[in-house]
Nanobody, 115 residues
């Protein structure tokens, strides 16, 4: 049983930065893959970044070089550092614990990038 609590969203100007945090309850955090997804109105939810328990990362092409995913297993927390934000990054961002087929979702946090 896992619960995920997200924070860090908000309004930022294009070119600015935000850091999202996702803190998980439950056991076995260190071996779970953690991911960040986003969904804009009328669009499909898409993977932004993920990090495995072993530290291997993956990124959507649209955010490579701008976003960094990390985790602190001692705090049961995953982070998404977002730099050089663009208006097209505007979406609700969701934390995910586990695989695409089996896992848990956070409640979502709104990120709005103004031009």
């Amino acid at each position: 049983q896992v619960q995920l609590v997200e924070s860090g969203g908000g309004l930022v100007q294009a070119g600015g930065s935000l850091r999202l945090s996702c803190t998980a309850s439950g056991s076995m955090f260190s071996i779970r893959t953690m991911g960040w997804y986003r969904q804009a109105p009328g669009k499909q939810r898409e993977l932004v970044a993920a990090v495995t328990g072993g530290g291997t990362t993956t990124y959507a092409d649209s955010v490579k070089g701008r976003f960094t995913i990390s985790r602190d297993n001692a705090k049961n927390t995953a982070y998404l550092q977002m730099n050089s934000l663009k208006p097209e990054d505007t979406a609700v961002y969701y934390c995910r614990s586990g695989t695409p087929a089996s896992g848990y979702w956070g409640q979502g946090t709104q990120v709005t990038v103004s031009s």
